[in-house]
């Protein structure tokens, strides 16, 4: 059975630059994503899933960094699971 799914995602951002302090925010976005699972026994499914999640950036100015720069944190999820229904 194909899904689709999508909705809120938090993580903590770290830019860093070797000598200097860095910077670290936790800043939420978004996921989005989609997979199939399918039943392979009794009680028994397994699923496969892909997710795009973008959390926006961090800017690590020229007192943590050695040049001001904007950082993007973008990820590319693969996730397979198997499931017990009981």
Not at 14 to 26: N, V
């Amino acid at each position: 059975m194909p899904y689709f799914t999508g909705g809120l995602a938090v993580g903590d951002v770290k830019a860093s630059q070797a000598g200097f302090a860095g910077e670290r925010e936790t800043k939420a976005g978004w996921t989005v994503g989609g997979g199939v699972e399918a039943a392979v026994a009794a009680n028994w499914t397994a699923k496969l899933e892909y997710l795009c999640v973008d959390l926006g950036s961090v800017n690590c100015g020229l007192a943590s960094c050695s040049t001001p720069t904007n950082v993007d944190f973008q990820a590319h999820v693969v996730r397979a699971g198997l499931n017990l229904r009981f």
